[in-house]
């Protein structure tokens, strides 16, 4: 919503109108927003109301699908339902970002690609089956898919792999031009920038491999993705249903090829991918398109090996319905667990961000402010932000991945931007030493159940020891219009 307000209003792409800064990996969704902020102006409202939409249009897309495998209305409407209570699906309309339609496109080239791959094998080898029509639409899901989110780079790998195997050359090199067309863009701009190829949050939250060392090379091949699965159990389950599906289901080798065989395998290739290359977690976003498509996987492959999976022998009928059951009932607490936080979440982000983007607005605007969560003050506030986390400063993430980044490169980069205050989680800081020791700490506020926010204490320095009194009377005058339930703590 920063990035938005600024480009539609100052045509700058950054978390500030001052300078570019690749603080996203969602190109599109920045887009989107920016474009409405250019017509309607700036609106909290617009994000909400796209999410709405999105998540209408995903439940209808699935309700296509779920039409062509399944006859009865109850049962399509059964898993509707549990589609919608088992994935955080309420909760990624309330963060007004892109999951949702993320997942959405994800789904649609998923099932685009598992036609063309088992069409082709149905029909010929020559490719002549696959229409026009079906290319576009494939080359502009592309576009999309890598648009919305960079991890539409695992998707559109696997997909291009599949159409090579089936000697689709043509359609799979098109395929991986538009995919990547959003990234080669992007990347560009950034270096003529000063920044790297691929956007900061990229670089910093994923897994990308060392392979200057022997020792980052066996790191990364030691099994970063089986350590996901393991800290996640819903995933896991979701991975042995789906493997044992694929070993249990197919007929005879050669119908390997099928349309569900070739769904699952999809999911199975880009879960291992994002698990290897990037993270889970983070308030149920960065999975949300996996356990949607796992789970649409799991379920087209059941209904269309029914009498498959009938026949099966004894040891197949004991292992599925254990792992199908195990399976449910984890979806179902973790669906539970998304309800039960929305609600504090939204408490949290206003007790914390939204009066941390106020104060700053009131006493600060225009100023050069600190900050390591940059989202919401940026959105609010008009400042000059220094990003110590690093996902919309190049100094930082340069620091960071440069293994240098400490107490004195924080100090450093302070003093080089002249920093008035910063507003951190100092346990944020601890690993790389904490944080400067001339910084004044005037204050803190810590809320209560925190479920969203980086940390429930967030603390006010003075890095421009000139401004010490000017925070402390300011704060002390902002303190009246905190939400009761924020506790306050004052250093002299």
């Not at 339609?101 to 010929?124: C, D, G, P, Q, W």
């Not at 999309?144 to 696997?158: H, K, N, Q």
């Not at 993270?279 to 996996?290: Q, T």
């Not at 690093?390 to 490169?409: C, P, S, W, Y």
């Amino acid at each position: 919503m920063a990035i938005a307000k600024n480009f539609s209003q100052f045509g700058v792409w950054g978390v500030d109108r001052y300078a570019f800064s690749p603080a996203s990996s969602s190109i599109l969704w920045s887009l989107l927003i920016s474009f409405f902020y250019f017509f309607l102006g700036v609106n909290d409202w617009i994000p909400l109301i796209l999410n709405i939409i999105f998540a209408l249009l995903l439940l209808y897309a699935i309700f296509e699908f779920l039409s062509r495998l399944v006859k009865s209305n109850s049962l399509i409407l059964f898993i509707l339902l549990f589609v919608i209570f088992v994935t955080p699906f309420f909760l990624l309309v309330f963060t007004g970002q892109e999951h949702l339609l993320h997942t959405l496109i994800t789904l649609l080239f998923a099932y685009k690609t598992a036609m063309l791959v088992s069409n082709k094998s149905e029909r010929n080898s020559t490719g002549n089956n696959i229409s026009p029509f079906d290319i576009v639409q494939m080359l502009f899901l592309s576009f999309l898919l890598v648009a919305i989110r960079y991890e539409g780079l695992f998707l559109l790998f696997i997909a291009c792999v599949f159409l090579l195997i089936k000697k689709q050359y043509r359609l799979a090199i098109l395929l991986a031009l538009c995919g990547v067309l959003p990234v080669l863009i992007f990347g560009f701009i950034s270096i003529a920038s000063g920044g790297y190829f691929l956007p900061n949050s990229v670089l910093l939250k994923g897994n990308l491999p060392n392979l200057s060392t022997f020792r980052g090379i066996l790191k990364f091949l030691g099994g970063f993705a089986a350590y996901q699965m393991v800290l996640n159990p819903e995933i896991l389950l979701l991975f042995l249903v789906a493997i044992s599906l694929l070993f249990f289901g197919s007929r005879s080798k050669s119908d390997f090829y099928s349309f569900p065989n070739i769904f699952v395998s999809i999911f199975i290739l880009t879960l291992l991918l994002h698990l290897q290359f990037a993270k889970v977690g983070w308030f149920y976003r960065y999975e949300a398109y996996l356990i949607f498509l796992g789970i649409f996987a799991i379920v087209q492959f059941i209904f269309l090996n029914l009498s498959q999976m009938k026949n099966a022998l004894n040891p197949r009928k004991i292992l599925l319905p254990f792992l199908l059951f195990a399976l449910i009932a984890l979806l179902a607490f973790r669906g539970y667990s998304t309800f039960k936080v929305i609600l504090p979440a939204t408490k949290n982000i206003y007790e914390q961000q939204f009066q941390m983007g106020n104060y700053i607005k009131k006493y600060f605007n225009q100023s050069v402010v600190a900050l390591n969560d940059i989202g919401y003050v940026n959105y609010i506030a008009d400042i000059r932000c220094v990003d110590l986390w690093g996902l919309a400063n190049f100094d930082v993430a340069k620091a960071k991945l440069n293994k240098i980044f400490d107490t004195r490169k924080i100090s450093e980069i302070s003093k080089k931007y002249n920093v008035t205050i910063a507003i951190l989680y100092e346990i944020w800081f601890e690993q790389y030493g904490g944080l400067p020791k001339d910084w004044q700490l005037v204050e803190k506020w810590e809320i209560k159940n925190n479920v969203v926010c980086g940390d429930k204490v967030v603390s006010f320095f003075a890095v421009d020891l000139s401004q010490t009194e000017k925070l402390k009377q300011s704060l002390k005058e902002f303190r009246t219009r905190l939400p009761k339930d924020v506790k306050v703590f004052t250093f002299e």
